[in-house]
T-cell receptor, first 116, second 116 residues
């Protein structure tokens, strides 16, 4: 079975641009979460979606948005990119019901975003 | 709010020696605790988890962790380290959001170096 897949793996953008990151969860998983990992730090929670609805949002500006599609895949969008948005963006899927993390979260390999 | 602290930024261990990585949690009730490993440029892989029950938890790759409520700790151990264990290790705890969802809160990580 395929694990969590993310695309692209690497991305270079210029300040002010917009970026879309994509995630496909493990088959059967209905919950997708997004995390930002800045170099040298632990991942920070951005969003959680379950059954196409946003269930939780971390402390990130409105420039960050996301959505989940009927097939449970997800997109993370970031507008007006700043240098500080450079990070590894991780997607995680789980069998969690109604946003509850009562089972393990499976992480993808991440998308490395560099803003120049 | 639930949080975890990893007091060691990096640790160097000789190959074949034993390993203990520290994690302290902050939470009044029984927390849901996890240890993840991240190889350079990769996503996160779950090593083990603790929800309840037996306080000594066995994981993959020969790792184990012990939940000690009296010390608010969930330290990761391995009796004999292999060179392939060199990576970043993250302790994480589940935190409940104000809308009822739950998310992972990570520590800052401990980088493990393995010397010959």
């Amino acid at each position: 079975d395929a694990g969590v897949t993310q695309s692209p793996t690497h991305l270079i953008k210029t300040r002010g641009q917009h970026v879309t990151l994509r995630c496909s969860p493990i088959s059967g998983h209905k919950s997708v979460s997004w995390y930002q990992q800045v170099l040298g730090q632990g991942p920070q929670f951005i969003f959680q979606y379950y059954e196409k609805e946003e269930r939780g949002r971390g402390n990130f500006p409105d420039r960050f948005s996301a959505r989940q599609f009927p097939n449970y895949s997800s997109e993370l969008n970031v507008n007006a990119l700043l240098l500080g948005d450079s990070a590894l963006y991780l997607c995680a899927s789980s069998l969690a019901n109604r946003g509850r993390v009562n089972t393990e979260a499976f992480f993808g390999q991440g998308t490395r975003l560099t803003v120049v | 709010a639930q949080s975890v602290t990893q007091p060691d930024i990096h640790i160097t261990v000789s190959e074949g020696a034993s390993l203990e990585l520290r994690c302290n949690y902050s939470y009044g009730a029984t927390p849901y605790l996890f240890w993840y490993v991240q190889s350079p440029g990769q996503g996160l892989q779950l090593l083990l988890k603790y929800f309840s029950g037996d306080t000594l938890v066995q994981g993959i790759k020969g790792f184990e962790a012990e939940f000690k409520r009296s010390q608010s700790s969930f330290n990761l151990r391995k009796p004999s380290v292999h060179w392939s264990d060199a990576a970043e290790y993250f302790c994480a705890v589940v935190r409940s959001g104000n809308t009822g969802f739950q998310k992972l809160v990570f520590g800052t990580g401990t980088r493990l170096l393995v010397s010959p």
